[in-house]
């Protein structure tokens, strides 16, 4: 089991900026990749960036690259979403999410930090 903790959400002003924390506990050997989601009222829920643990890469979404930046901090086992620019579209419930090695999906979440852009 990994267990995923985020932080960091609040209210804040079009082109604020905000940073969400992801502190992951438990088997966290078994995971191979993290990433931020994000769910809107009323919409699906959408991929926003991801990164390895060997901290190689980074993923973005369109509609965030160059705006958000995904970091982590392997002795911490946590994962950062620098949140930059903000937008009111950007309003929704940020989730932490966890891939198991050698699976296609990721299979464990954190219960979610909530982000509210006003305009």
């Known amino acids: 089991q990994v267990q995923l903790v985020e932080s960091g959400g609040g209210l804040v002003q079009a082109g604020g900026s905000l940073r969400l924390s992801c502190a992951a506990s438990g088997r966290t050997f078994s995971s191979d990749l993290m990433g931020w989601f994000r769910q809107a009222p009323g919409k699906e829920r959408e991929y926003v960036a991801g990164i390895p643990w060997s901290r190689d890469s980074t993923y973005y979404a369109a509609s965030v690259e160059g705006r958000f930046t995904i970091s982590g901090d392997n002795a911490k086992s946590t994962v950062y979403l620098q949140m930059n620019s903000l937008k009111p579209e950007d309003t929704a419930v940020y989730y932490c999410?966890?891939?198991?090695?050698?699976?296609?999906?990721?299979?464990?979440w954190g219960q979610g930090t909530q982000v509210t852009v006003s305009s």
């Open positions: 999410a966890a891939r198991v090695k050698g699976q296609v999906s990721y299979g464990y």
